[in-house]
């Protein structure tokens, strides 16, 4: 019956366009029923298309068949050629012609012989259809020259897209249930990002592809992004990466933005091209070429074939959103058994984890009190702020008075306030206590050798930062302290609760406090240089311990954790102003970069400064002390200030060692100059 009206409706069309009989090609669909149950039947129908009775056109039910199988050969035909041309219509990115797969009513599959779809829309193909030869092979240079390459590098400059992202920090977690995590591997550093079926493009957040270095450039990028709530979002560009999943290396443009909630996402661009296929009841990433051989971060081990087990992201409570971001973010993929302890780890001492900006801890360890030698109490003038300012640092000590940081104050003691602008544009409250450190009694309690405190890494592979929020505002300060303490500005007279910025004493009571929080641990387990702490271990399962052992500690105490600056199980972690990793300490080239640009010095004090940030990484750069000479001999004392050329010659010199091409061809050195007095040894 189907074969009958299949030929009937082929029939009339051919006359439509034949112009013998325009009309029955809207022929109702009544009456292809009626004829096509009659043939069924056997009995001769006497109504036809538009036309003699059907039977004296095609004689029998033979060529009826005959005629459907011309047909479906035809239909065959048109299919494949649709398909192997709509891949140059929707361009390299993966777009289709339309919005979804066509509705074709109980059209049959030429792939998989099922009804309801057409070939180019089954999943079957869409999984196995052949790609490229450069993709899914290991990346290599020979790549550069591939076409498909080129053409993605610069397909953005052919075209402008508008796609619908669903992970930024603008849409929020709308469809989050939806989406899976995967470790992806980038030249040697792990990246774990969400695998997002709702994203139409590839994405990357700035500060990782900061992390992963290398010499790739962004370039111009005419796509634009838009959240789930419809705003248009900043791009920076776009780069075409070599993306490791499992054991196969893709290569696919990646865009980067600085707004991203994650890491980053594998969108479907890059899931159509490579052809993997998201399993949401399993919770699989599957694809027919791959064979996983290593383990992922937080999934059980691979299972099936070509198949590997990943995370589901689940809407949780704050706390469970920040274990979670601590798991996720972790710098060393961790086994399933490692991720366990851990996540019990973290929970077991998640009240230790400051739940917002103001939930500070007080630790009733020890107090800081402040000395004076004069009894004369030193007042500061009330300063001027510009009316935003002041409107600012209304709003931020009314936050400070609802939290109990600081109350209002009757004491003779005022220093005045000096607002300062941090990176994210809000105020930070900074108060200056110069002319009460004048008069304080110095606490001698000593601070830790910054030199002494890294080479006690030496051999150690596995780091974990913690961090402390606010930490000098969770110590309490002494009744006699607390009106020392005192502040002006328009709203009047304020003073702390707890130990401020500013104080000569404050660091030595911290250094006090952290160490006899962590007695016992120092130097085996952890390093304590102020509000720094480190963890350090030689492998993962020490670590763990040495984790759990320290992490213990400020919870007991009274002292809050800032989970946001918290790093754990890194192999290479940035502390002091170096970054230290298994295969020893180097500078932060970050920080020595800014050298470049740093102007000549015009006066003393800023030839002191310069020198305190030279000497700062002077173990880095051969003959520090002689070339510094002509710069210290201007610092001497009752010695005028005249900038020579020898002046100029060394400060050139120690500039350009500070930056990081030359620091870089000092690590590489493999070997150690040793140098010894020359007098003789008796």
Known sequence: MDAV???????????????????????????????????SRGVRPERSCGGPPIYQRTGSLDEVRALRNEVDELKRMMQEMSLQLSPLAAGLHGRQLTDGPRAVGRARCFSCGRRGHLRKDCPRTQATERRPDCY????NKSLDACPVVNALRNSNAACTDTVKMAYTKESGRA?????????????TKFIRMLVDTDAGRTLLRSDEFRRIGGQWELSQCNVCLLSAGGTALDVMGGVLLPLQVGDKTFAIEVIVMDKLQFAGLLGINFLKLHGFVVDLARGTLSCSEQKPKIPLQSAGRASGNGAWSVSAWKPASTSKRMLQHLIETTGAPLTVSQQGKLRGILSKFRNAFAASEFDIGRTSVLKHDIITDSNRPVRHPLRRLSPLERNEVSQL??????????????????????PVRKKDGSIRLCVDYRKLNEVSRRNAYPIPRVDETLEALAGARYFSTIDLLSGYWQVELTDAAKEKTTFINHDGLFQFNVMPFGLTGAPATFQRLIERVLAGLKWSTCLVYLDDIIVFSRTAEEHIEHFAQVFIRPQEAGLKVNSRKCKLFCKEVCYLGHIVSEKGIEPDLSLTEKMRTYPVPKCLTEVQRFLEMASYYRKFIKNFAAIAKPLHQLTEKRKPFEWSLECTEAFHKLRAALVGERLRQERRLRFTQLFTDVREYR
Do not use: F
């Open 5 to 39: 009206r299949m030929a009937i409706q082929q029939e009339a069309t051919e006359q439509a366009y034949r112009g013998k009989a325009a009309d029955s090609a809207r022929m109702h669909v009544g009456e292809v029923e009626e004829i096509a149950a009659a043939i």
């Open 136 to 139: 899914g092979k290991p990346w």
């Open 175 to 187: 469809n989050i249930g939806a989406c899976l995590c995967v470790p992806v591997k980038v030249r």
């Open 397 to 418: 000590i009314q936050r400070m008075l609802d939290n109990k940081i600081i109350e209002p104050s009757n004491s003779p003691w005022a220093a005045g306030i000096v």
